[in-house]
């Protein structure tokens, strides 16, 4: 039903980058996620859809512990990150959030310029030793944003004066440059024109090179178009979780197949 | 007629004039309300409009131009009477004035007619008892020639008045009429009505903005009075501030220098203890706060706002000069003599601006976006490293427009000053030795017996207009950084 490129359709058997055991959050009274377990596979593109406020970008927010700057939130169950518990009071929530990159709905580049944009995560972070090796990791990070050739001669203008599809491709570039193991994309496209749309798409595919890649989406296009896995969200519920082939083709569960047939959402 | 009357008069027709538009409205079309271009009412309103802001405009123009018409034609008979010194110019003019005043008295209560008023040997004697017995003493040296000129006041204002009803009776009469008349189905009245209110909300906003010209006027009037008494030089550059007043003889050295540097030396400290303090409260309240404390905090923090002055000078004056004395004075590095002096008012001023420094700047950085924030804790920053690298420079614009802000409150400060810096103006390093400031000698200048031909006095206008120039310029920087720098988010 999807025009699906099969060479992206070929799962990648990777190893378990993330499990979630048992996952259940609150904001305050709201059960917003309810008994969620899952496995997400290294260096694949999963896709979390599902209709608005069934918690899929809630469940995001607990894998860096975005959640935890709402002060109502609080969450049971846990997340093992290459088989360590994230919320293990052992774990630096700050320090994990440089392992786990995040990109928001809305571009949200610092009112910086170009450059500090991308370096202010490595500075923090104290990855570099000299101004060469920053100027090196900076480098490959806008490269690896697919937006290094559109920007390397405007380094020094700011990062709010560039069009939304160059600052969303630069707000990953400035996730990338923590070297991140896994990368969140909360809704990355959504704010951006279908031209934009495409490019971050090319860049996610390429992504999925090096990092394990989740992907919130309201579009199923586009869930079709990049993930290998898809999870299906039902008000807190994780549905139905599978290939994506299989979950666009052959869902097992009804409210998947209404929901992705249009019936729901 | 008087002018109460007058008023009353207006309203009145004004009132009858709404319902005539209503109701001439209605007739136009027969009842048939949905024929009408516009409601029954705006008809009425309009017709009101019509009816009373031409009469109001008339009347308060007139009410503004004729005295100052029938005191310049005055004036040219006074010339003779005076001796040519201002002082006794002005005196003689309100000596007329009360007179005239009298006179008109004399005729609304006194049962005098308007005729023997204005006759030619009208008796001071009769009319100051007349006067007496209605409870108003004019004084006994009312000469001839006062009474003249008096007699010429009313005779003139009362004419005035005569006219000035006719004018706007007609008016108002004129704009009724002429509104009447276009009152048909077609007429489209809800338009006019915007117009109308559009012209209410414009005289609205132009009379503040005529208000700062007309003290702008005021202070230019006795400045330039002033310079031409004391050089405009000495007073700019002049090192030395000694008025002595006419009494004990011997010239005065008023150079702005010392008071100025008094002011801004007191504003320098207030800034320093404001700033960091309130920058740090705004970052708590905004930041780090939880609802349940900000929404305690904060007004509590305003509270500052609203403690008048004076009882900030009362707490420098009694409990914070004695306790910098103690710290600072002879029994320990003798540093400091007296509880006046620059730092004790400096420190209590700073207190004074934390609340004007933290309020806005809290308000500047809460509308800093949410998601800037997210980003930077996605990339692993911790709360403060999110705050200095990423927050505060985004807002810089709007803390440095609300520090400057707070300078000019500083400049314009006068009770602290009086009663915590001191009165001796001195161009002085040290911080715990007395100083005054430019607000705090405008107030000393203008108490007393004040004789405003001296340039003693007059330089309190100078001074005046110096820190309006002073504070106008703070804040207009104030505006300009803002506006320059502000982050455009969506």
Redesign the interface.
Known sequence: MYDIPPSTRSVVNGNCKISARKVDVYYGDNHAIKNVSADIADKTVTAFIGPSGCGKSTFLRCI?R?ND?I?SAYMKGEILLDGQNIYDSSIDP?????RV??V?Q?P?????SIYDNVA??PK??GMVRNKSELDDLVEQALRRGAIWDELKDRLNESG?GLSGGQQQRL?IA??VA?EPEVLLMDEPCSALDPIATAQIEELIDELRQNYSVIIVTHSMQQAARVSQKTAFFHLGSLVEYNDTVQIFTNPQDSRTESYITGRIG | MPVLWLILIIIAITTVGFLLGCSRAQRSVNGNVRALHSLPSYYGINVGIWTAIPAFVILGLWLLIQPVLIESHIQQSVQSIATGKDVTFGLIMSDIRRVADGLELAITEGGMTLDEIQSNDLDIDTLLQTLNSLGVILGTNVSNSVLKSAQEYQKLSAGGNILMSITVLATMITGLGLALVKTNKNFRARISVEYGILAILFFAASIAIMTTIGILFSLAVNTLEFFKLYSAIDFFFGLEWAPSFSGRGGSSSLGVIPLLWGTLYISVIALLVAVPIGIYAAIYLSEYATPKVRAFTKPLLEILAGIPTIVYGLFALLTVGPMLVKVFGNNTVGWMDGGTAVITAGFVMGIMLIPFVSSLSDDIINAVPQTLRDGSYGLGATQSETIQQIVLPAALPGIVGAILLAASRAVGETMIVVLGAGAAARLSLNPFEAMTAVTAKIVSQLTGDSDFASPEVLVAFALGTTLFFLTLGLNVLALYVVRKYREQYE
């Open positions: 860096n975005m700057t002060d700050v320090q994990l959030r440089a990159g995040m928001f809305k949200n580049p610092f009112p910086k202010y995560g923090i972070h709010t707000c400035r996730a923590t």
